[in-house]
Nanobody, 124 residues
Framework: QVQLEESGGGAVQAGGSLRLSCAASGPTGSHNVMGWFRQAPGTEREFVSA????????EYAASVKDRFTIYRDGARKTVDLQMNSLKPEDTGVYYC?????????????????WGQGTQVTVSS
């Protein structure tokens, strides 16, 4: 099965930057879309961004558009999320996820595999 491992979380002040990385292993060929979600305490897990392995399609939540950029490296099977101009409301656990869909979805139920998550804390 597909295994996902996130790294790169940490604590940063508002306005700072972090880069998250997701390393995928296993039969990733059956999963065309890689996404990032986040969850703050007491809230639902929400969509942040996603990309197809081809790199042709990307999507961003309105709250992160123009601040976050998603990248993928098909050879290394990694998907990175560059986060700039971070705000306290970006705080949460960030999860990498893989979907079998051919097009990007922002619905978490469309993602089959999930990583363990990495904590991002942005202080004001």
């Amino acid at each position: 099965q597909v295994q996902l491992e996130e790294s790169g979380g940490g604590a940063v002040q508002a306005g700072g930057s972090l880069r998250l990385s997701c390393a995928a292993s296993g039969p990733t060929g059956s999963h065309n879309v890689m996404g990032w979600f986040r969850q703050a305490p007491g809230t639902e897990r929400e969509f942040v961004s996603a990309i197809t392995w081809s790199g042709v399609s990307t999507e961003y939540a309105a709250s992160v558009k123009d601040r976050f950029t998603i990248y993928r490296d098909g050879a290394r099977k990694t998907v990175d999320l560059q986060m700039n101009s971070l705000k306290p409301e970006d705080t949460g656990v960030y999860y990498c996820a893989a979907s079998r869909l051919l097009v990007i979805s922002d619905r978490r139920q469309h993602y089959s595999y999930w990583g363990q998550g990495t904590q991002v804390t942005v202080s004001s």
